[in-house]
């Protein structure tokens, strides 16, 4: 069965720091989906991104980027100078076939100003 | 446009009682999910609806849980009776049909006493 690792339990930066959070997934599926999420003490999970298995562009949307390498299963996210908004728990989630998302067990970003 | 709803968005009762939680998707959302999230884990798939149908519920406890769709649009999950243990927060989600985004509600934080 797919895993999705996080290993990163919580992080903690002073806000305009640069962070990285870590994703490392095993599969034996060629074709699959990569998501991010992010879900603020509010509760709900936000949608950030969607990364098709055969895409390994890195994207950058604003302060936001991802660096997937599929030769190290990996989908890294990195937050550009910090904000405190950003603190949250951050999840990281695969597609299974017949779209059944398989999440990690998050990691806890707290900025301080 | 309206984001998913779910109510409510918390519930507190006593073991043993039967509690339901409500779900509406995105408009023009074909395919339903139910997650469960436990305290300081990513969450895990409950049930899948592709319209009415129930696609997916390999997961759903199916001694006291249960689930329907009416109609194709709004969902309610219940429970019953309810235990301890599934105090947790339950999140919905939806997206245009299976193999697209998912998109979370809010979540329902359940308290089982």
């Known amino acids: 069965a797919q895993k999705v690792t996080q290993a990163q339990t919580e992080i903690s930066v002073v806000e305009k720091e640069d962070v990285t959070l870590d994703c490392v997934y095993e599969?034996?599926?060629?074709?699959?989906?990569l998501f991010w999420y992010k879900q603020p003490p509010s509760g709900e999970l936000v949608f950030l991104i969607r990364r098709n298995s055969f895409d390994e562009q890195n994207e950058i949307s604003g302060r936001y980027s991802w660096n997937f390498q599929k030769s190290t299963s990996s989908f890294n996210f990195t937050i550009t100078a910090s904000q405190v908004v950003d603190s949250a728990v951050y999840f990281c989630a695969y597609e299974e076939y017949g779209n059944k998302l398989v999440f990690g067990a998050g990691t806890i970003l707290r900025v301080k100003s | 446009e309206a984001g998913v709803v779910q109510s409510p968005r918390y519930k507190i009762i006593e073991k043993k009682q039967p509690v339901a939680f409500w779900c509406n998707p995105i408009s023009g959302h074909n395919t339903l999910y139910w997650y469960l999230q436990n305290l300081g884990q990513g969450p895990e798939l409950l049930i899948r609806?592709?319209?009415?149908?129930?696609?997916?519920d390999s997961q759903l406890p199916k001694d006291r849980f249960s689930a329907e769709r009416l109609k194709g649009v709004d969902s309610t999950l219940k429970i019953q009776p309810a235990e301890l243990g599934d105090s947790a927060v339950y999140l919905c989600?939806?997206?245009?049909?299976?193999?697209?985004?998912?998109?979370f509600g809010p979540g329902t934080r359940l308290l089982v006493l």
């Open positions: 599969t034996r599926d060629t074709t699959y989906y």
């Open positions: 609806y592709e319209n009415e149908e129930a696609v997916d």
């Open positions: 989600a939806s997206s245009l049909t299976g193999g697209e985004t998912q998109y």
